[in-house]
């Protein structure tokens, strides 16, 4: 069992930055990828970046268009997620997930409560 915490999300301005956390906890030592999701009010669930464990490569959807960064501290177990230049688009729950054998994806196994990020205009 793994269990994963967000936090970091609130109410901000168009062009600002917000920092997610995600920790991680539990049974974590076959943690193979974690990463974030997002999903807006009507909208499905969609893949926004990605980090694999053993070699910290990293993935990220195509639309945030480099505005976007995750990174880990180890000692920590924590993923983040730097996000700047927001846009109101960027409004969404985001979500952390985890997987133990593949790059997460809708399916994967371990997932957090989510945190909430909304822009304004």
């Known amino acids: 069992q793994v269990q994963l915490v967000e936090s970091g999300g609130g109410l901000v301005q168009a062009g600002d930055s917000l920092r997610l956390s995600c920790a991680a906890s539990g049974r974590t030592f076959s943690v193979y990828a974690v990463g974030w999701f997002r999903q807006a009010p009507g909208k499905d669930r969609e893949f926004v970046a990605a980090?694999?464990?053993?070699?910290?490569?990293?993935y990220y959807k195509d639309s945030v268009g480099g505005r976007y960064t995750i990174s880990r501290d180890n000692a920590k177990n924590t993923v983040y997620l730097q996000m700047n230049s927001l846009k109101p688009e960027d409004t969404a729950v985001y979500y952390c997930?985890?997987?133990?054998?593949?790059?997460?994806?809708?399916?994967?196994?371990?997932w957090g409560q989510g945190t909430q990020v909304t822009v304004s205009s």
């Open positions: 980090i694999r464990w053993r070699d910290s490569s990293t």
């Open positions: 997930a985890a997987d133990k054998r593949v790059l997460v994806n809708k399916r994967s196994e371990y």
